[in-house]
């Protein structure tokens, strides 16, 4: 099933799935927030979620938590079950942004079956084929954005000292909140992360590409060149 082409009003488009692939960094959680923004759809950032279950000492975020620390995934059946439940609520109705998932094949092919089933209110959601844009970024950028990441515990809010560094140092422009530094950002995790990236993440652009899916943003551009690319190839994807 085709996209339908853009609404007048992009918060009544049924945008279905869309999936931003990319290395830790890349820039899915900054795109995530504007697309969410533009259609009123929910981003389903899988780090996002993990993260608050480990803030809320659950029992999934205590299994997490360590793997989190060191850089690595958290095991696929653990990761699968959270996002049945998140992408079980009526707000995934018209569509959503998965933002750090899938991470693995396993994850991808999970998703694909979940997918298949009838299972949103509105049916033209479970047939649409998740469109998935994989934000390319080379390396030494990569590091720079992580190394240089800050953002705001109380409004999500993501700033960088490097690129967009909040008006007063450490101090979110928003609602004053003192921001903060991701505990996974340390040189010595980055590292890591990047590792677990090439060898369990990167394998999954193929498997979109074998299925005719994949679409790529030149992500090391500014942040609204990168934000036209992507609502871009939301729009007209399917037609590219
Ligand atoms: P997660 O939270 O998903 O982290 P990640 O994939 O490593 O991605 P990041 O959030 O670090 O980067 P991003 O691409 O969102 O970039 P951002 O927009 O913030 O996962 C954390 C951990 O949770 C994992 O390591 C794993 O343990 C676990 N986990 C999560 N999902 C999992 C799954 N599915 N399976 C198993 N385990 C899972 O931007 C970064 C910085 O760059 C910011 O400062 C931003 O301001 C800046 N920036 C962004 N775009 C630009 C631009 N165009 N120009 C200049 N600066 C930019």
Request: with cysteine.
């Amino acid at each position: 099933m085709e996209r339908q082409e853009l609404a007048a009003d992009p918060k009544a488009q049924t945008v279905g799935p869309v999936i931003l692939l990319g290395a830790p960094g890349a820039g899915k959680g900054t795109q995530a927030k504007l697309i969410a923004q533009r259609y009123g759809i929910p981003q389903i950032s899988t780090g996002d979620l993990l993260r608050d279950h480990v803030t809320r000492g659950t029992e999934l975020g205590r299994k997490a938590k360590a793997v989190m620390e060191r850089g690595e995934l958290v095991p696929d059946n653990l990761v699968c079950d959270m996002v049945a439940e998140r992408l079980n609520r009526p707000d995934c109705g018209r569509g959503f942004i998965l933002d750090g998932f899938p991470r693995t094949v396993a994850q991808a092919q999970w998703l694909d079956q979940f997918l298949t089933g009838n299972l949103f209110e509105n049916k033209a959601v479970s047939k649409i084929r998740p469109l998935v844009i994989n934000i390319a970024v080379g390396y030494n950028q990569l590091w720079k954005r992580l190394t240089g990441r800050r953002s705001c515990p109380t409004c999500g809010r993501i700033y960088n000292v490097y690129f967009s560094p909040s008006r007063v140092a450490d101090i979110c422009d928003v609602d004053g909140a003192k921001l903060i530094t991701r505990r996974d950002d340390s040189e010595e995790v980055i590292s890591q992360r990047l590792k677990a990236y090439e060898r369990q993440t990167l394998p999954l652009a193929e498997y979109y590409r074998g299925q005719g899916q994949l679409r790529e943003v030149d992500g090391e551009r500014d942040v609204n060149t990168v934000s036209a690319a992507t609502l871009e190839t939301i729009e007209h994807g399917d037609r590219l």
